[in-house]
């Protein structure tokens, strides 16, 4: 089994964090990340640490990986990085989407949905499709996606989103249902709230979400990067290989508490 692993989602969050604990493991890193301005400059400096970490191992790319024509564009470069060899792991990690709710002053639009629920679910099924077709799955690849409590309770703001993670569950048991026989494995985890930069952007109430969640989780504080990043590195070791179609969730307990 090579020893790439492939992040969408690589520069900050929770992508970030497992790049940084997945090189620590010895895995070498390729990322894609789309950032612009003052997230640009955060995404240098994970990619710096990245870089320091694998000594050099670390590729990462600044598009839109949720194209078309970014990923047959990368294939065959992702081809190259690993000398052919299938990677690891694919994990999706991307925030890249409409947050406002259906009715009211802002109410989303069709190419709203549709943006959404490609970034943030179907591109995922098109990249494992080609990654598949170009032999870059096999034996012991896993494939992993992150979701959240938006996937069954319905949130301020979060509805399109919450469309999305839907979607990708289903496409992520669907991926383990057809590649299991080839020992590929497809989970999502479910991250418990986690005070990122996609946080922000869900609600100008963030704030009074993450005191909120203190509060309602039983083990007193919100989901870190670095949890989910562990449990993702838990989930590459040969022990993991028969979880399949599966939500593994990294929150302190926090989908299982009452809401406040
Ligand atoms: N933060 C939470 O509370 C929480 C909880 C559960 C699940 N999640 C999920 O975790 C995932 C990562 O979110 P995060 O909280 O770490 O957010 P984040 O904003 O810190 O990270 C998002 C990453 O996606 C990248 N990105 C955005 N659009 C892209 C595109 N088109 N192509 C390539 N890269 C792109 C960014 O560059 C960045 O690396 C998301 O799917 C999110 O829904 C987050």
Same mark, same amino acid.
């Given at each position: ?9 690589? *520069? ?12 620590? &493991? ?8 789309? &950032? ?11 990619? $710096? ?7 050099? @191992? ?23 990085? %690993?000398?052919? #060899? +299938?990677? #690891? /792991? ?7 989407? %409409?947050? !406002? ?5 802002? +109410? ?7 943006? %959404? ?44 989103? *919450? ?24 989970? $999502?985890?479910?991250?418990?709230? %986690? +005070?990122?930069?996609?946080?922000? #952007?869900? !609600? ?8 909120? !969640?203190?509060? @309602?989780?039983?083990?007193? @504080? !919100? ?12 989930? /590459?070791? +040969? &022990? ?14 926090? *989908? ?5």
């Amino acid at each position: 089994m090579s020893e790439w692993v492939l992040i969408l989602g690589g *520069s900050t969050g929770h992508g970030a964090a497992t790049a940084k604990r997945l090189a620590q &493991d010895g895995y070498g890193i390729i990322a894609f990340h789309f &950032d612009r301005g003052d997230a640009k400059k955060v995404a240098l400096k994970t990619i $710096a640490e990245v870089n320091e970490i694998t000594k050099g @191992r670390c590729h990462y790319f600044n598009t839109n990986a949720a194209s078309e024509k970014a990923i047959d564009e990368y294939i065959p470069e992702i081809k190259k990085i %690993t000398k052919e #060899k +299938p990677l #690891k /792991l694919l994990l999706h990690s991307i925030a890249f989407g %409409t947050t !406002t709710n259906f009715f009211g002053e802002k +109410p989303v639009t069709q190419r709203q949905m549709d943006m %959404t629920i490609h970034v943030m679910g179907n591109a995922l099924l098109y990249w494992t499709q080609k990654l598949h077709e170009s032999e870059l799955l096999g034996n012991g690849s896993r494939i992993l996606g992150l979701t959240s409590e938006g996937n069954y309770l319905a949130m301020e703001g979060y509805g399109p989103v *919450s469309v999305a993670k839907v979607a990708m569950e289903a496409i992520i048991r669907q991926i383990g249902w057809e590649l299991g026989q080839f020992g590929i494995t497809a989970n $999502a985890v479910q991250a418990g709230v %986690t +005070p990122t930069r996609a946080l922000t #952007k869900i !609600t100008d109430n963030w704030e009074l979400w993450v005191e909120n !969640t203190k509060k @309602r989780n039983p083990m007193r @504080r !919100t989901t870190t990067p670095e949890d989910i990043a562990g449990t993702i590195s838990m989930l /590459l070791k +040969p &022990d993991a290989d028969f979880i399949n179609c599966s939500i593994i969730y990294c929150d302190g307990g926090e *989908s299982r508490s009452g809401i406040l």
